[in-house]
C-alpha cells in the first residue's frame, strides 16, 4: 500500500514536471506598437518586382493591416529610379520590369501615407550560384523504419562567391480520383451523352495543385564539411503523404544572400521554431536594413533583400521510388457507403456530397464514395499547369 | 562541599605529618606488572597500606627489580610517568592523590603568629584549593593537570587539546577561552585545537560560544598538559536552523554582506518534495535570490547567475543543482556549514563577481560510527560517518538518488515509459590527523542529472570533483594549508529523432587548482592573510558527432580552450582599537589564454561578423595569446557605536575570466562557459557596501546597502546559436551592469519561536549599447536585468509547541520577473510573428507562496538505538499559479503563447529520517 503511494506521488511529480508544466494561454494585449513591416525581396530575375507593406495588428485578432497609399521606389547609385505603384491593397508593384544587377548599391526608400519616410541600407546583389543537383531519393528513417521521400540538393561549387543561401519550393502533384467514373460510355443503351459531358466527366479525373512553402530554409555552406557531397535536404515527404501518390513535381529557388540577409532570416527563423519546456530564449526585436530617416529609435521590421535567384525543376512518379508497392492513401477516405434513408440519399447526391460508386446488386442499395473521390475537382486544385511534363 | 571535605582532609594529614620522614628499604622484584598488582605486592611484603582510588592508577604494566632499595625510590618509578604523588604517614600509611602533592609543613604565613618552624627545602607554595574559589558559589568541575613537583621553578605552563561537541564529536571552533581575572584568552582554531599558557596553580576558565552553555572550569595546572573536553552543545540553539553561530557576529565581524548558515539543523523548514535544501534556504535571505523556480541559478545582489562561486570543501562546482534547479546537488546531510560572501568576498576567492557560496562539509565522528538517513517521495538520502582510527580519522559518505526512473518504466503510460529524470550524488571524505600540527582531508563529489524532455532526446550532465588538503600549523601565530583540487563540469545532448540531424553533442570544462593560504598573526591588533593560487582552465567546447548512418549531420569539434588563472593576496585584519577594526585586502589577479588555439581578428571598427574577419591567427600550444589581470581591492571597516551597535562600510573589486553563454532567459545546465580570449573581455565589478548592525536580545537587526557597478558582461544578441558555434564573438557582446539596493533582516534564532524575516529592495540594470545596431539593445538605455526583482521579502518561522512536535511556515513575495512581451503581431513571409516590446519591458506576475511543515519527533528514550522523526509539509499551500516563464512561438504559422510553471497546486510530502 505504502508504495503505492509513493508511486503515485512521484507519478504526479513527474508527470507534473514533464507534461503539464507549460500550458497555452491567449494572449492579451499589454500594449500595442504600430510598426511598419517591409518584405521586399528584389531579385536578378527581370520581372516586376513586388514590395509588400503592411502594419502590426492586435494580439487578440487577426486582422491583416496593409500599408495603403505609401510611395515606393529604389533607386541605384547610377540615378536610375525604380518607381513602385499598389497593385493590390499593401502590394506595390514596380511600374516597369527590371532585375537587379551586380555591383550596384540599391536604397529603398518608402514614404508611408502619414508622411513618414523610411529608408533602406545601400544594398548589392550578391554573386548568381547555379543549383547544380537537385534529387529525390527514398529514405528510411533508421529506428521507426518509417519511409519517406527526400528531396536533396548537393554539388554545391566550393569556389562560388556566395556562402548564403535561403530556399523556397514550391510542389506541384497530380490528383487522380481514385473512385472516378467515365460518364461518358463508349457503347450502352440509349443515346450517348453531348461531347461536353465527355470532356467535363474527364476533368473529374485528374487534377492538379501547387503549395508553396512557408517554412525558411537557410544554409551557409561554409558549415559544410565538403561542398560536392553534402547534401542539404529541402523536403521531406512521409511516404503515405497522398501528395506524391501519382506524379510529383518540386520547383526549388535558390536565393543567394549576403550574410546580413542570411542573419535577418537566421533570427526570424530562430521566432518561428519551437521552445524549449524550461527555458526560453531571449526574445527581442531585432532590426533588418531598413531604419526610419525621422527617428532612429523607431522600430521599422523587415529586410530590403537583394538576391540573386536561380530555379531547378525535378518530377518523380510513386511508382519509380516504389514500384509495385501500395499507393499513399488518397486525400480522404473512399470507402464506398450506403445510405439507408431516400431522401437523405438523394439530398447529398444533388448537394454533390457524395457520388455513386458501382452498381447496386438487386435488392441492395446503391453505394456511394464521397465526392472528392469521384471528382477532383472538389479538392483544392489549379488546372494542369504549363511546366507539366507526365 | 567536596572541595571543602579535601581541604580538611589536607589539613588533617598536614597535622598528623608534620616533620615525619620514612626511610624503610624494601626489595622487591616485579616483571610486567599492572601498578595496582605492585602495591599489593608492596602492602604483603611490608606493613604499609596504599589508600587511593583505583581508577586514578592507569592500566601500564611496569617492571622492575630493587634490593633493598628506599621506599621512596620504589614509589617515585612506579608513579614515574604518571600524575599520581604519594605520602608516606608515620603510621604505615601510604596516601596516593592525584595531581596534588601532600605537604607536610604548611607554607610560608598560612598560619600567622605561630611559631611555626617552617622549613624551606621548597620554594613554591603549595596550591590550595579552596582560595581561588573562595567567592564562588557555584561548583565548577575541578580540572588537574599535570604532576605536582615541588622542584620546579617554573610558574607557568602550557596547556593544549581540543575541544569537540559532545553528541557529534566534531570540532568546536572559534570557541573562546577565557581565564578569569588573570586576562588570559585564546581561541580553539578551525580543528578546535587550543593551546593557553597558565600560571601555576588554580585558574577559573570560561568556555564561551554561541554554541555552547557558557561554562566555567576549573583547571588546576601543576605541569604542562593536555586536556580534552567534550561539551554539550547547546541544544536550544541548535533546535532550529541557526544562521550564524556566533551570538556578536552580526555585529562584531568585519566584513559586510556574510551569512552563514549552520546545517546542523535545517529539519524545521518546510520542505520541497522531501529535499532540506541549503541553497534554498539561502534564498529566503536578502540579496540571494534565484529568476524562478526552474532557474538553476542563484542571482546575488543584481549578478548575473554565472558571476558566483559553488566550493564544496575548496573546490568548485559548476552545477550546484539537479533538475533544472528544483533540487540542490548538495547532499544536506553532509554539509557542515554554508558561508556566502555576497559584499566583500576574502581575498583568499577570485574568479566570480557576485558572490562566493563556502560549503564545508561536516566534520566526521571519530568516535563511533553514526549516520542519517530519510526516505522521502523523490529521493532518498543517506549519510554515515565512519571513523577509521579512533579520535584521528574518519571517513564521511553521503549518497542521495532518485527512484522516479525506475518508476517512471514502470508506468503504462507510453508516453512517461519514454521519459526519463533521474539524478543522483556522492560525496567522500577522509580526515586525518595526522597529528597536533598537521591534518589532512580529501573530499571526492560526484553528480549526474538525466532527463529527457521530449521522447527524442536525452540530455545529461555531471559535476566532479577532487580535493586535497593539507593543513599545517607552524606555530601558535602562524599555520598554512596546501590545497590541490580539480572540478569538471560536463554535459551532453543526444537526439536521436530518427531523423537525418541526429547527433550527440558534449561538453566538458574542467579546472585544476593549486592554492597555499597562510595565516600569521603578527599581533593582538594585526592578523595577516596571504597565499598565492594558480587554476588551470581547460575546456572543451564540444562536439556534435552525427548519430548513425543517414545523419547528414557534419560533425563539429570546436577546439579546446585553455587558459591560467593564477593570483597573490594579502589582507591585514587590523584592530585599530576596541572598537575600530580594519580589514585591508588585495588580491592581485592574473591571466592568460593559452594555445593550442586559433584567434580572429576582426576589423576594427566594425560589428564582427564572418564578412569583418581579416585573419586567423593560429597559436601554439601553451603560447600565450593575451593576459588580462589587475588588482583587486578588497577593504572594509567596522566601527562599535555602542556595545550592540556596530557600522560598517567597504568596498571591493572583483574580475571574472570566464563567461556563460546562454541565450536563455534564465541559467540552464546546458549553458556553456566561455573563456576570455582575445576577442571577449574579463568581466569586472565594484562594490560598495554600508551597513548598520544591532543586536537585541534574542533579535539581531541588520541593513545593508550596497551599490554595485560591473562592466563587460557578455551578453548575446537576438537569435544567437551558442551551442557549438566557432564564431562564438560574432554573436556576442559586452555591455555594462549596475545594481543597487537596501537588504533588512530581523533574525530571533532563540526560544520556542524563532525565524526570520527578511526584505531587500533592489535593482539590477544593463545597458547594452554600441555603434552598431545589432549590438544595441533598448536604444543603448540601461533596461532591468532578467532577474531584476526590486521587492523580494521572506519570512521564515518556526514554532515548537511541545519537546515533540514543531511547526513551521515559509512565505516569500517577490517582483515579478522582467519579460519581454509582444505588443503587436505581423505577417512576414506567410508567418504570423510576433513583435516585441523592448528587453524586459514587462513582468510576469508577482510571486507568492507560502509552505508550511509539521516536525514530528520520535520518543526521546534515551536507550533508544536511533533517533527518528518524520517531516509533513506542504510546498505552495495556496496553490498559487506562478508563472515561471511566458513565451511565444509560431506553429503552423500561427502565433500561439504559453506560460510555463513548475509548481502550480500545492505539494504535499512526507519524508522519513532518521540518526543513529
Redesign the interface.
Known amino acids: 500500500m505504502k508504495h503505492t503511494k ?2 503515485y ?3 504526479m ?7 503539464s ?7 492579451k ?7 511598419l ?1 517591409i ?1 521586399a525581396i528584389i531579385t536578378d530575375e527581370v520581372k516586376y518586382q513586388e514590395i509588400k507593406l ?6 487578440e485578432e ?1 486582422i ?1 493591416a496593409e500599408e495603403s497609399n505609401a510611395k515606393v521606389t529604389i533607386t541605384d547609385n547610377s540615378q536610375n529610379v525604380y518607381e513602385f505603384e499598389e497593385t493590390s491593397k499593401g502590394k506595390y508593384t514596380s511600374t516597369i520590369p527590371f532585375g537587379a544587377v551586380a555591383n550596384k548599391d540599391y536604397i529603398l526608400s518608402i514614404i508611408t501615407k502619414n508622411g513618414k519616410s523610411y529608408k533602406s541600407n545601400p544594398t548589392q546583389l550578391p554573386g548568381m550560384v547555379p543549383i547544380n543537383n537537385l534529387y529525390a531519393t527514398r ?6 523504419g ?1 519511409e519517406n521521400m ?1 528531396i536533396f540538393i548537393n554539388e554545391f561549387d566550393p569556389i562560388a562567391n556566395s556562402k548564403y543561401f535561403r530556399y523556397e519550393y514550391e510542389e506541384t502533384y497530380k490528383i487522380v480520383a481514385p473512385a472516378w467514373i467515365y460518364e461518358c460510355p463508349l457503347s450502352g443503351p440509349g443515346p450517348p451523352p453531348p461531347p461536353e459531358v465527355c470532356a467535363e466527366s474527364l476533368e473529374k479525373k485528374t487534377c492538379y495543385n501547387t503549395i ?1 512553402s ?1 517554412s ?1 530554409i537557410l544554409v551557409n555552406t ?4 565538403d561542398n560536392i557531397t ?4 529541402i523536403r521531406k515527404i512521409p511516404r503515405n503523404n497522398p501528395i506524391i501518390r501519382k506524379r510529383y513535381s518540386i520547383l526549388v529557388k535558390q536565393y543567394a544572400q549576403s ?2 540577409a542570411f ?1 535577418f532570416y ?3 527563423n ?18 533588418g536594413n531598413i ?1 526610419s530617416v525621422d527617428n532612429k ?1 523607431e ?1 521599422v ?2 529586410y530590403f533583400d537583394v538576391s540573386s535567384v536561380s530555379f531547378k525543376r525535378i518530377f518523380f512518379n510513386f511508382s519509380d521510388f516504389f514500384p509495385n508497392e501500395p499507393l499513399p492513401p488518397y486525400f480522404i477516405d473512399c470507402a464506398p457507403f450506403t445510405i439507408p434513408d431516400i431522401n437523405e440519399y438523394y439530398r447529398r447526391i444533388e448537394a454533390r456530397e457524395v457520388a455513386k460508386f458501382g452498381e447496386p446488386l438487386p435488392g441492395e442499395l446503391q453505394e456511394v464514395v464521397n465526392i472528392a473521390c469521384a471528382d477532383c475537382r472538389t479538392l483544392e486544385t489549379i488546372a494542369k499547369p504549363e511546366f507539366w511534363i507526365d | 562541599m567536596k572541595n571543602l571535605l579535601l581541604l580538611l582532609l589536607f589539613l588533617n594529614i598536614t597535622y598528623n605529618s608534620f616533620a615525619q620522614k620514612n626511610n624503610k628499604k624494601i626489595s622487591i622484584q616485579f616483571e610486567n606488572s599492572s601498578k595496582i598488582d605492585v602495591i599489593t605486592q608492596i602492602e604483603n611484603i611490608t606493613d604499609y597500606h596504599f589508600y587511593f582510588i583505583e581508577s586514578w592508577i592507569d592500566d601500564d604494566l611496569i617492571s622492575g627489580n630493587y634490593n633493598n632499595a628506599p621506599l621512596r625510590t620504589v614509589l617515585n618509578d612506579i608513579f614515574t610517568n604518571t600524575v599520581i604523588n604519594y605520602y608516606i604517614t608515620s603510621g604505615r600509611t601510604i596516601f596516593l592523590t592525584k595531581n596534588s602533592l601532600i605537604y607536610d609543613e604548611l607554607p610560608l604565613n598560612f598560619i600567622k603568629n605561630t611559631n611555626v618552624k617552617i622549613d624551606t627545602n621548597h620554594n613554591l607554595e603549595p596550591i590550595f584549593l579552596k582560595e581561588s574559589n573562595k567567592n564562588q558559589n557555584e561548583y565548577h568541575e575541578i580540572i588537574k593537570i599535570g604532576k605536582e613537583n615541588p622542584n620546579l621553578s617554573q610558574t607557568s605552563f602550557t596547556l593544549s587539546g581540543y575541544i569537540r561537541n559532545k553528541t557529534t564529536k566534531e570540532p568546536l571552533t572559534d570557541l573562546v577561552l577565557i581565564v578569569k581575572d588573570k586576562g588570559i584568552n585564546t581561541i580553539t582554531n578551525q580543528d578546535g585545537y587550543y593551546s593557553i599558557k597558565l600560571p601555576l596553580g588554580s585558574n577559573l576558565i570560561e568556555f564561551k560560544s554561541l554554541v555552547i552553555k557558557d561554562l566555567v572550569k576549573k583547571i588546576i595546572v601543576y605541569n604542562n598538559g593536555n586536556a580534552n573536553f567534550d561539551l554539550d552543545v547547546n541544544t536550544e540553539v541548535l533546535d532550529e536552523v541557526v544562521i550564524s553561530s556566533q551570538k556578536n557576529r552580526n555585529v562584531a565581524e568585519v566584513i559586510a554582506g556574510i551569512t552563514k548558515i549552520e546545517l546542523k539543523e535545517i529539519k524545521n523548514i518546510p520542505l520541497v518534495l522531501g529535499e532540506r535544501d541549503l541553497l534554498k534556504i539561502a534564498a529566503t535571505l536578502p540579496g540571494i535570490s534565484t529568476a524562478g523556480e526552474g532557474a538553476s541559478g542563484y542571482n546575488v545582489r543584481g549578478g548575473k547567475a554565472d558571476q558566483n562561486l559553488f566550493l564544496i570543501d575548496e573546490g568548485i562546482i559548476y552545477n550546484p543543482t539537479h533538475f533544472f534547479g528544483i533540487f540542490s546537488a548538495l547532499n544536506p546531510y553532509t554539509v557542515g556549514s554554508l558561508e556566502i560572501y555576497k559584499g566583500n568576498i576574502p581575498v583568499e576567492f577570485g574568479g566570480r563577481l557576485s558572490s562566493v557560496f563556502d560549503i564545508k562539509t561536516k566534520k566526521s565522528n571519530t568516535e563511533n560510527l553514526s549516520g542519517e538517513a530519510a526516505i522521502g517521495p523523490v529521493t532518498s538520502n543517506l549519510m554515515l560517518e565512519i571513523p577509521i582510527v579512533k579520535e584521528k580519522s574518519s571517513l564521511l559518505v553521503g549518497a542521495r538518488g532518485t527512484y522516479s526512473d525506475w518508476v517512471l518504466r514502470s508506468l503504462d503510460n507510453e508516453s512517461l515509459k519514454n521519459s526519463q529524470a533521474s539524478f543522483y550524488d556522492f560525496i567522500i571524505k577522509y580526515e586525518h590527523k595526522i597529528n597536533k600540527n598537521n591534518s589532512l582531508q580529501a573530499t571526492g563529489y560526484y553528480s549526474k542529472d538525466k532527463f529527457s524532455i521530449t521522447s527524442d532526446s536525452l540530455y545529461s550532465y555531471s559535476n566532479q570533483l577532487a580535493t586535497l588538503k593539507w593543513s599545517h600549523t607552524f606555530n601558535k601565530k602562524s599555520r598554512g594549508s596546501l590545497i590541490l583540487n580539480t572540478s569538471q563540469y560536463q554535459f551532453n545532448i543526444g537526439f536521436d529523432a530518427s531523423s537525418n540531424k541526429d547527433f550527440d553533442l558534449n561538453y566538458k570544462i574542467n579546472e585544476t587548482l593549486l592554492k597555499l593560504k597562510m595565516q600569521y598573526i603578527i599581533n593582538k591588533k594585526h592578523k595577516l592573510n596571504y597565499g598565492v593560487s594558480n587554476k588551470l582552465y581547460s575546456l572543451n567546447p564540444g562536439s556534435k558527432e552525427p548519430l548513425g548512418n543517414n545523419s547528414i549531420i557534419n560533425p563539429i569539434r570546436i577546439p579546446k580552450e585553455q587558459a591560467l588563472e593564477s593570483a597573490v593576496f594579502l589582507s591585514d585584519n587590523y584592530k585599530v582599537n576596541k572598537k575600530l577594526s580594519l580589514s585591508l585586502g588585495i588580491r592581485y589577479s592574473f591571466y592568460a589564454s593559452l594555445g593550442k588555439a586559433s584567434q580572429r581578428i576582426y576589423e576594427e571598427g566594425r560589428p564582427r561578423n564572418e564578412g569583418t574577419l581579416i585573419e586567423t591567427k593560429d597559436y601554439k600550444k601553451n603560447e600565450v595569446i593575451k593576459t588580462y589581470g589587475g588588482p583587486e581591492i578588497r577593504t572594509s571597516a567596522r566601527y562599535f557605536l555602542t556595545q550592540g551597535l556596530s557600522i560598517k562600510a567597504g568596498y571591493s573589486s572583483t574580475y571574472q575570466f570566464i563567461h556563460t553563454l546562454s541565450n536563455n532567459t534564465t541559467q540552464s545546465p546546458l549553458d556553456t562557459w566561455k573563456l576570455s580570449d582575445a576577442n571577449i573581455k574579463p568581466q569586472q565589478a565594484n562594490q560598495f557596501n554600508f551597513g548598520v548592525y544591532k543586536n537585541l536580545d534574542a533579535y539581531e537587526l541588520s541593513i545593508e546597502t550596497y551599490y554595485k557597478t560591473a562592466k563587460n558582461i557578455l551578453d548575446y544578441k537576438i537569435g544567437a546559436d551558442l551551442l557549438l558555434n566557432e564564431l562564438i564573438e560574432t554573436e556576442v557582446f559586452q555591455g555594462v551592469g549596475k545594481s543597487y539596493g537596501v537588504e533588512l533582516l530581523v533574525k530571533k534564532s532563540k526560544g520556542d519561536f524563532n525565524g526570520w524575516l527578511a526584505y531587500s529592495y533592489s535593482r539590477s540594470l544593463i545597458k547594452l549599447d554600441s555603434e552598431f545596431s545589432e549590438e544595441r539593445v533598448n536604444n543603448g538605455e540601461y533596461f532591468p536585468s532578467n532577474y531584476d526583482k526590486p521587492h523580494d521579502f521572506s519570512l521564515v518561522a518556526n514554532y515548537k509547541m511541545t519537546k515533540r512536535f514543531s511547526f513551521s511556515f515559509n512565505f516569500a513575495y517577490q517582483t515579478g520577473r522582467p519579460v519581454t512581451y509582444p505588443v503587436g503581431t505581423y505577417s512576414y513571409l506567410g508567418n504570423e510573428l510576433a513583435l516585441y516590446s523592448n528587453r524586459n519591458e514587462f513582468r510576469i506576475p508577482d510571486y507568492y507562496r507560502l509552505d508550511v511543515g509539521l516536525n514530528i519527533e520520535g520518543n526521546h528514550k534515551i536507550k533508544k538505538l536511533a533517533h527518528s522523526f518524520w517531516n509533513i509539509s506542504i510546498y505552495n499551500v495556496l496553490g498559487r499559479n506562478n508563472p515561471y516563464s511566458v513565451f511565444f512561438v509560431t506553429e503552423n504559422g500561427q502565433l500561439t503563447a504559453y506560460t510555463s510553471s513548475i509548481f502550480s497546486i500545492p505539494i504535499p510530502t512526507i519524508t522519513y529520517n532518521i540518526k543513529f
Open positions: 509513493i508511486y506521488i512521484v507519478w511529480l513527474i508527470s507534473f514536471l514533464v507534461l508544466c507549460t500550458e497555452p494561454f491567449n494572449i494585449s499589454i500594449d500595442f506598437e504600430d510598426t513591416i518584405e503592411s502594419r502590426t495588428f492586435s494580439l487577426f491583416p529514405t528510411v528513417n533508421e529506428d521507426t518509417n527526400s508553396a512557408d525558411i561554409n558549415t559544410f564539411k553534402s547534401s542539404l535536404e550574410l546580413e542573419t537566421k533570427i526570424l530562430k521566432f518561428l521554431s519551437s521552445e524549449n519546456l524550461l527555458s526560453q530564449n531571449q526574445p527581442g526585436f531585432f532590426s531604419y529609435n522600430k521590421v523587415g
